[in-house]
């Protein structure tokens, strides 16, 4: 098991910032990567971005030269640096971490909304 502690969201105005944070525990040695995903009202859930143990990271179109993922692994941390906020980003974002064996853990997730 890996469980996953969020923070960070909240409300923020159109081009504002946000950093969010996810704190890993439990099983860490069997993680491969960490990343974030959101869900809007009304959407599928969908990637946001992501980073490997190794560094490959990958983020989704809509937000590429805005947003920056990082890890810190001494403290098993993954940050989502939200940069340029618009009405559209607003979503729960969820953390994510792919394990061994397939196995895929969930954080509870974290609103953040971005007003117009």
């Known amino acids: 098991q890996v469980p996953l502690v969020e923070s960070g969201g909240g409300l923020v105005q159109h081009g504002g910032s946000l950093r969010l944070s996810c704190v890993a525990s439990?099983?860490?040695?069997?993680?491969?990567?960490m990343g974030w995903y959101r869900q809007a009202p009304g959407k599928q859930r969908e990637l946001v971005a992501s980073?490997?143990?190794?560094?490959?990271?990958n983020y989704v179109d809509s937000v590429k030269g805005r947003f920056t993922i990082s890890r810190d692994n001494a403290k098993n941390t993954v940050y989502l640096q939200m940069n340029s906020l618009k009405p559209d980003d607003t979503a729960v974002y969820y953390c994510?971490?792919?394990?061994?064996?397939?196995?895929?853990?969930w954080g509870q997730g974290t609103q953040v909304t971005v007003s117009s």
């Open positions: 994510n971490t792919e394990a061994n064996w397939g196995y895929s853990y």
């Open positions: 439990g099983s860490i040695s069997s993680i491969n990567s």
């Open positions: 980073m490997t143990n190794g560094g490959r990271i």
